[in-house]
């Protein structure tokens, strides 16, 4: 199994409030002041690289994740890429960012550590400030739109995650030309989904978000530009022809290959499963990482991940679960995934649109 490691240097601490976050809703801040030492880095970093080393491997997978994690520190990163090199271990590095931060000097600091950039952005100034801004509740889409346009330019791999909510489902078509028009072509969709006791204020309809990938998948059929990766729909088609398809849920033998480490330390199974849904696997700082994918806890935990679709009987019946493989755990409300109206709809589409393009080829059991 390829491990990704999701690295949170400052825990859930932030410097936006965005209206739908999973933390500020669910969560008591109980990692916002658990921020990482340059000690911890090195001694996270060569935990990391060891437990490769142990498998005969010569390169590491990590992102670096929060909250907001470029609050950590430019010196914070600077000494970052200085262990990786340090360690005899290739280290492939992934940010995620708000991009409010970001300058030239972060920009030398994203080439030292090769590292591709996500940067969320949640489409035309009308909808993101709706959406995402500071505490205080400014606006911050001229920087983030400057930050993308800045990390453009210097030729870094550049991802936009854009979250859609029940209002912005709407606006399909400025989505798109946004993205166009500012030189974006590598981007995805997130549905807007809260966990907590907020979820039907936050989270998106699953009908809605069916009827907006629809629009997503009809335009990005007919524009067919091969430079523009739209993550969600390239990773079903991909599926749909037999492949693994590049996003976790819709490969479906992903599940206990993404290890968070949060700011105090504590691994969890999946960033996803914060809201306590499995327990913590152990601590990075004082345990062996190698023990901890071997353990009987880390086991169960990944059983329970997967065993959704098998054990269910509604799974079973769908004509879809061998792409959805019954959606993230974190989804799952009693004895149904939140998204199963919009997998249903959604995939069932695709099949119909792509059958009578590919002859029926496609992957079916």
């Avoid at 590095?93 to 920009?107: F, H």
């Avoid at 629809?214 to 749909?240: A, G, M, N, Q």
Wanted: charged content about 25%; proline content about 2%; aromatic content about 12%.
């Amino acid at each position: 199994m390829i491990f990704d490691f999701i690295l949170k240097p400052v825990g859930s601490k932030c410097n936006l409030s965005c209206s739908y976050c999973y933390y500020l809703q669910n969560y008591d801040n109980k990692f916002n002041n658990s921020i990482w030492s340059i000690n911890d880095a090195r001694l996270i970093i060569n935990k990391i690289a060891d437990f490769e080393k142990s498998r005969n491997n010569k390169h590491a997978r990590v992102t670096w994740h929060g909250g907001e994690p470029l609050l950590a520190g430019k010196n914070f990163y600077e000494q970052v890429s200085k262990f990786q090199k340090e360690t005899g271990i290739e280290f492939s590095n992934s940010i995620q960012t708000n991009g409010t931060l970001i300058d030239n000097n972060w920009i030398e600091i994203f080439k030292s550590l090769k590292t591709s950039v996500g940067i969320s952005i949640d489409g035309p100034a009308f909808i993101n400030d709706k959406q995402r801004y500071t505490k205080d509740g400014k606006s911050v889409f001229d920087k983030v739109l400057r930050s993308i346009n800045l990390c453009l330019d210097n030729d870094l791999r550049v991802g936009i995650l854009c979250v859609i909510t029940e209002t912005s489902s709407q606006f399909s078509t400025e989505l798109l030309n946004f993205f166009l028009d500012n030189n974006i072509k590598n981007f995805d969709f997130l549905p807007a989904y809260n966990c907590g006791e907020n979820k039907n204020i936050f989270s998106i309809s699953p009908k809605n978000f069916a009827e907006f990938m629809k629009k997503i998948l009809d335009w990005y059929l007919d524009y067919d530009d091969p430079e523009i990766k739209i993550r969600t729909i390239v990773s079903i088609i991909e599926r749909f022809l037999g492949g693994t398809g590049g996003v976790c849920t819709i490969s479906g033998k992903s599940c206990g290959s993404f290890l968070t480490v949060e700011g105090n330390g504590d691994i969890s199974f999946c960033d996803d499963y914060n809201a306590d849904i499995l327990p913590n696997l152990g601590n990075i700082k004082t345990d062996n990482l190698t023990q901890i994918i071997n353990s009987e806890l880390f086991n169960q935990c990944r059983n329970i991940a997967l065993s959704r679709v098998s054990n269910n009987v509604n799974c079973k019946k769908c004509d879809v679960n061998v792409i959805c493989n019954g959606g993230c755990q974190r989804n799952w409300v009693g004895e149904s995934n939140y998204f199963c109206e919009y997998y249903r709809e959604f995939f069932t589409y695709v099949f119909k649109i792509l059958e009578s393009e590919l002859e029926g080829n496609l992957i079916r059991e």
